[in-house]
């Protein structure tokens, strides 16, 4: 069996679209307010873009011939094929 990796396809495009929005925002608050604001909202734009990264970007899951490999921002769970009984959802990450 190959390997299949399953990612959320609109998940990461709107990670990139969340990304590149941040960036016209934080431009264009530096260049009208100077650096003190822009550098308010660059911490504030890296801050979401870190929650919209670790929810729609980082989750994926990986099956291989012998197991189950599930990953999200912070932690990866490995589950041999034997140790699942049932799966009540269809595609939820």
């Given at each position: 069996m190959p390997t299949i990796i399953v990612r959320s396809l609109l998940?990461?495009?709107?990670?990139?679209v969340v990304g590149?929005?941040?960036v016209y925002v934080v431009a264009a608050v530096w260049l009208s307010g100077g650096a003190v604001p822009?550098?308010?909202?660059?911490?504030w734009?890296?801050?979401l873009l870190l929650a919209v990264w670790a929810?729609?970007?980082a989750p994926q899951l990986r099956l291989d011939a012998d197991?189950?490999?599930?990953?999200?921002a912070w932690r990866t769970h490995i589950v041999a094929w034997e140790a699942i009984e049932t799966c009540r959802t269809r595609w939820a990450l």
């Open positions: 998940g990461r495009l709107g990670t990139l590149v929005g941040i822009g550098l308010r909202a660059l911490a734009g890296g801050l929810l729609w970007w197991r189950l490999t599930i990953r999200n």
